[in-house]
T-cell receptor
Framework: NAGVTQTPKFRVLKTGQSMTLLCAQDMNHEYMYWYRQDPGMGLRLIHY???????AKGEVPDGYNVSRLKKQNFLLGLESAAPSQTSVYFC???????????????FGAGTRLSVL | AQSVTQLGSHVSVSEGALVLLRCNYS??????LFWYVQYPNQGLQLLLKYTSAATLVKGINGFEAEFKKSETSFHLTKPSAHMSDAAEYFCAVSEDYGGSQGNLIFGKGTKLSVKP
């Protein structure tokens, strides 16, 4: 029962470098999300996707890009990393239908990113 | 616009004491409400979800929450704290847009400490 898997778990970047965070889910969920978590700020939505090939901006999208080429994968890209992007990044997925599971998001274990 | 306010960024209780974590929300339509728990260096796990079927919602690990529309509150309680309850707790709200997916808005979190 893998659920939502994020890779890598840790990463250190220098300012200006680029990287891609990978999220994979095996629950056949339509919806996927990327959040960042900063101390005292809770979780803030970066981008989300309601299906393969579709993405949308969340609350804090600047400096990030995403792609959803396959239903099970959601990639988060940083083209030119900045120290302000030092954070813990979480991916989540959720069921799109009705019923008891509606709107419940399932989270990965997170990626800890430091930008020096 | 939706918002979630969690009163108290840190709450400390003694083992065996009542746990009360406060959450107030604002929503223009009947909401879905959630409590998630985050243990150190892990992702978020669902504790419980309110869907309007019952105002008192029972979750995992002995937690429950009561929906009070008149107070726009969804406080989380547990009668007797255990050392293993030490974690950060997040309240979240989602609106149901006529059957379509609503994104989650998270509170800033409350860190619960349990003293022996």
């Amino acid at each position: 029962n893998a659920g939502v898997t994020q890779t890598p778990k840790f990463r250190v970047l220098k300012t200006g470098q680029s990287m891609t965070l990978l999220c994979a889910q095996d629950m056949n969920h339509e919806y996927m999300y990327w959040y960042r978590q900063d101390p005292g700020m809770g979780l803030r939505l970066i981008h989300y996707s309601v299906g393969e090939g579709t993405t949308a901006k969340g609350e804090v999208p600047d400096g990030y890009n995403v792609s959803r080429l396959k239903k099970q994968n959601f990639l988060l890209g940083l083209e030119s990393a900045a120290p302000s992007q030092t954070s813990v990044y979480f991916c989540a997925s959720s069921y799109s239908g009705s019923g008891i599971a509606k709107n419940i998001q399932y989270f990965g274990a997170g990626t800890r990113l430091s930008v020096l | 616009a939706q918002s979630v306010t969690q009163l108290g960024s840190h709450v400390s209780v003694s083992e065996g004491a009542l746990v009360l974590l406060r959450c107030n929300y604002s929503s223009s339509v009947p909401p879905y409400l959630f409590w998630y728990v985050q243990y150190p260096n892990q992702g978020l796990q669902l504790l419980l979800k309110y869907t309007s079927a019952a105002t008192l919602v029972k979750g995992i690990n002995g937690f429950e929450a009561e929906f009070k529309k008149s107070e726009t509150s969804f406080h989380l309680t547990k009668p007797s704290a255990h050392m293993s309850d030490a974690a950060e707790y997040f309240c979240a709200v989602s609106e149901d847009y006529g059957g379509s997916q609503g994104n989650l808005i998270f509170g800033k979190g409350t860190k619960l400490s349990v003293k022996p």
